[in-house]
């Protein structure tokens, strides 16, 4: 873990008298493959947060959800999770495929607790995990560097209402996205989704989905 912190990190222990202190905290929490309750605590997440950047440096972050397991730990270097339908972009699908590197961050917000993995992804064309996802589009598959957790103090306790019912689910059909009726929007959609917006409940404007999401109905 000697290249754990780079100048910059050093230069602000040293400044705040904490360099002793982080190389502790280091000894003490971070490794490198999924013990049992890395395992465990990451497979019972329903959401996480993912970090990406691009090939010119610029980080983005992205909330993903799903089922409770929809991230899998393949092996004690591996794990994986769906990428599923989404607004077209590809920001972290793309950037991954650009520069590889990825910060995942688990939250249970209830107790609370949390934990960080890094590592290098990779997007697979026809992986065949797909198959055990329904609605999956790509699956990613990340080669873990480091897991570590984190002090809860600063996490602000919730609880959960529901799910969304937007995750895909192999019992039934996922709803169409209320964003995708949106009516300047036809042309841009894919062939496959221009027809669907009639059975959805119709075209509707920007306006109108506004204030759906504002009402937590989109």
Not at 16 to 26: P, R
Not at 166 to 180: D, L, R
């Amino acid at each position: 873990m000697s290249d754990f912190f780079g100048p910059e990190q050093r230069a602000l222990q040293q400044r705040f008298e904490t360099q002793a202190l982080a190389d502790a905290v280091v000894s003490v929490t971070v490794h490198d493959e999924v013990q049992d309750t890395d395992r465990a605590f990451i497979e019972s997440r329903d959401m996480f947060f993912l970090s990406t950047v691009n090939e010119h440096g610029q980080p983005s972050c992205s909330y993903k959800g799903g089922e409770p397991g929809f991230v899998r730990v393949l092996d004690a270097n591996t794990v994986a999770f769906p990428s599923y339908d989404g607004n077209g972009m590809f920001m972290s699908m793309g950037n991954i495929r650009a520069t590889a590197k990825v910060g995942l961050l688990f939250i249970d917000f209830e107790l609370p607790n949390r934990l960080r993995l890094h590592g290098t992804a990779s997007v697979v064309d026809a992986d065949p995990l797909l198959a055990q996802y329904p609605g999956a589009e790509l699956i990613v598959r990340v080669a873990v560097s480091q897991l570590f957790i984190n002090c809860p103090r600063y996490v602000h306790r919730y609880q959960k209402v529901s799910s969304s019912r937007y995750v895909p689910k192999a019992s039934c059909e996922t709803p169409f996205a209320t964003w995708k009726r949106i009516d300047v929007l036809q042309d841009a959609l894919p062939a496959r989704d221009q027809v669907r917006s009639g059975p959805a409940g119709g075209l509707i404007s920007f306006e109108e989905y506004f204030g759906k999401a504002a009402r937590g109905e989109a």
